[in-house]
Structure formats: C-alpha cells, structure tokens
C-alpha cells in the first residue's frame, strides 16, 4: 500500500481516470453548462475589444499619471481623445471608405466578366491546347462563374443573420466604453485581487506571474498594432500611387489582414491582385511589387525593432499554431491563437522555474537535519 502511495505511476493513472470520469459527465449534463456558454459568448466581443483598448491606450494613461494627473482625469483625458480620434475618422475617412465598399459592390459582376475573358483566354493558349482543361474544371465544378455563384449564394444566405449582427453591434457600443473605463480604474488591484485567494507563501509569486503576462500581451498588442498600422497606412500609399481603384479599402484589409503571422499578408494582398487582373496584368504586377517593398520594410525594419523577439516562438510553432487555432477556431483563433500561446508559455516557464527555485531553497534545509 506504501509503494502505490508513492508511485508516480499509480499518481497519475487515478489523476487521468478522475479527470476522464469529469469529462464524461460533463456531456452527459451538457444543459446545465448551456447558460455559462450563453453568458460567456455575450460578453466575449466585448470584453476582447475592450482589452485589446485598454493595452492600446494605457501607455497614454500611464504618461499622464507621470504628469502628476490623477488617474481618473488622465482617463477622461484619453476618452475624449479617443472620441475626437473616431469623430475625425467618421468625417473624413468612413465616408469614402463606405463608398470604396459601394463601388466596389457594385463592380462585381463586371469583375467576373473580365475574369471569365481572362480565363477563356488562358485556356485558348498554345501550351494548353493538348490538355481539356475546360473538361477538367468541369467534372470539379470549378469554374469563375461557379465560384461566384458561390460567393453570393453564400453572402446572401448570410443577410438572414444581419439583423442579429447589427443588435450585436449594438451591444458592443455600448457595453466596450464602459468595460474599458472600469479596467482601467480598477485595473492595477486585479493582480492583489487574484492573489488573495491563494496561500500568503505564494500570493507574491502570483503577482509577478500576473505581471508577466500582462507584460507579454502588453507588448504583443502594441507591437502588432503600430505593425498593422504602418502596413495599412504604407499599403494605401503605394495603391495611391500606382493609380488602384479602392485604394483605401484595399490597404484596410491588408492592415488588418497582417495581425495574422505569415499568412496574413498573402490574405491581405489576394483581393487586391484579383481586382487588378480585372484591369490588367501589368496593374497586377504593380500591386504585387507595392506589397512586396511594403512586407520587406516591415519584415527588415519595422517589426525587428516594434516587436523584436519578445514572444521568442519559432516560425514553425506559429505555423502549426495557425493551422490548428484557424482549424478550431476559424480568422479568430488564427488571430488569438499566438498571443494565447505566448501567454501560456510564460506561464509554463515562470511555473517551472518557481518549482526549481523552491526545490533549490528546500534542499539546503533538507541537508542540515541529516
């Protein structure tokens, strides 16, 4: 009985089997867990807005507190410029932006037409007459047309849900500001917070995890914003430049598009090469050269120096991150799924090296009473 006390292979075979018993319970009383789901959904847009806000603009608020300005003032301060930042983007911006999109809509079956004189062409090629292409896409059902049939059947078939969209917008409006107002009041005790429900001999290490990970996410977010925004901004330029149509929209996408490691930018750029193609391949290959010297600059100067190595993840671990997150959770866990993983890594580590250091400190003590 003394040996399977101490055996870890006993430890961990009733650990596996009790965690195994709660899982198959839990599905059987799915139901109860329903309301939890439902409450956790709800407030999961906000409350992801909200952070990604408060990481955004802290730095302002912290500045102001070293100004000698009192943390509440500092903000209102932040508030009101964050509003005259939105009203100027509603003036100035959001209109043409609105209408890139109208425009852009409207275009759309002119798009396909020429995308369809494209491929006709393409098939009519000397180098492909040998081969019934045309056959081939057929027994796919790949064609410009079936494609597009199918992006409007199923951009249609989401108008049902627009009326829950725009009520979830709604909600979104209202609840963010004041979520975000109440972080940041309230913020700096949600660290003494936590810690209080742990043992007094580890609340100060639970602070100091607590803070590292605020610190990962702090400088993820920033980073990858300043990132996203010199790509949209640069983007735009060189569109501008080479005369592109929806210029604006167009280096939107590929700002937002490029929160997402590595494949972003080919996500970001493949409506714009597609749109270009419509008007010609010399106006393709321009596009294609604009994002080319935009992801150059940024991979060579700017995210070296934003971000630097500070998640440290090698290249091949945010590739399988991206294929599993995207896979579970679609465009949001892609987006999520690295600064969740980077998270759980310092996590891990400072657990770790909390374990080896109070193994180092025992040890000593164990030494002395022999």
């Not at 603009?57 to 005259?84: C, D, E």
């Not at 009041?185 to 007094?200: H, M, Q, T, Y």
Request: charged letters at 10%.
């Amino acid at each position: 009985m003394e040996y399977l006390r101490k055996s870890k292979l006993m430890y961990w075979t009733v650990w596996l089997l009790a965690a195994a018993t709660l899982i198959f319970v839990s599905t059987k009383i799915s139901f109860i867990f329903q309301p939890i789901s439902t409450f956790v959904s709800t407030l999961f847009t906000p409350l992801i807005i909200a952070g990604f806000l408060y990481y955004l603009l802290n730095p302002a608020v912290t500045l102001l507190g070293k100004m000698n300005i009192k943390r509440i003032y500092g903000i209102l301060i932040v508030f009101v410029l964050l509003i005259g930042v939105l009203v100027f983007l509603g003036i100035s911006v959001f209109p043409t932006l609105f209408n890139q999109i109208g425009q852009l809509i409207n275009d759309i079956p002119n798009f396909v037409n020429q995308l369809q004189k494209y491929s006709a062409q393409l098939l009519a090629q000397s180098w492909l007459k040998g081969i019934d292409v045309q056959a081939t896409l057929n027994k796919m059902n790949l064609s410009i047309g079936n494609i597009v049939n199918s992006l409007i059947s199923g951009v249609t078939g989401s108008l049902g849900k627009l009326i829950g969209t725009v009520a979830n917008a709604t909600i979104v409006i209202f609840t963010v500001p004041i979520i975000l107002f109440y972080i940041f009041k309230d913020g700096e005790n949600f660290r003494p917070s936590v810690a209080k429900f742990l043992p007094k001999e580890y609340r100060e290490q639970m602070i100091e995890l607590l803070g590292q990970m605020n610190n990962t996410i702090a400088s993820y977010i920033s980073g990858q914003s300043l990132v996203c925004l010199f790509v949209g901004v640069f983007t735009f330029l060189g569109y501008l430049i080479i005369g592109m149509p929806y210029g604006l929209l167009l280096g939107l996408v590929a700002g937002v598009t490029n929160i997402i490691p590595y494949l972003g930018p080919y996500i970001g750029a493949a409506p714009a090469v597609i749109i270009a193609l419509t008007i010609s391949p010399t106006k393709a290959l321009l596009v294609i050269t604009v994002v080319l010297m935009v992801q150059q600059i940024d991979g060579n100067f700017i995210s070296p120096n934003v971000i630097g190595k500070t998640l440290a993840i090698h290249p091949l671990t945010i590739v399988v991150i991206l294929l599993v997150a995207g896979n579970l959770a679609g465009v949001l866990g892609m987006v999520l799924g690295v600064p969740t993983y980077a998270v759980t890594k310092t996590v891990i580590i400072y657990i770790r090296y909390a374990v080896m250091l109070r193994k180092k400190h025992e040890q000593p003590t164990k030494e002395k009473q022999f």
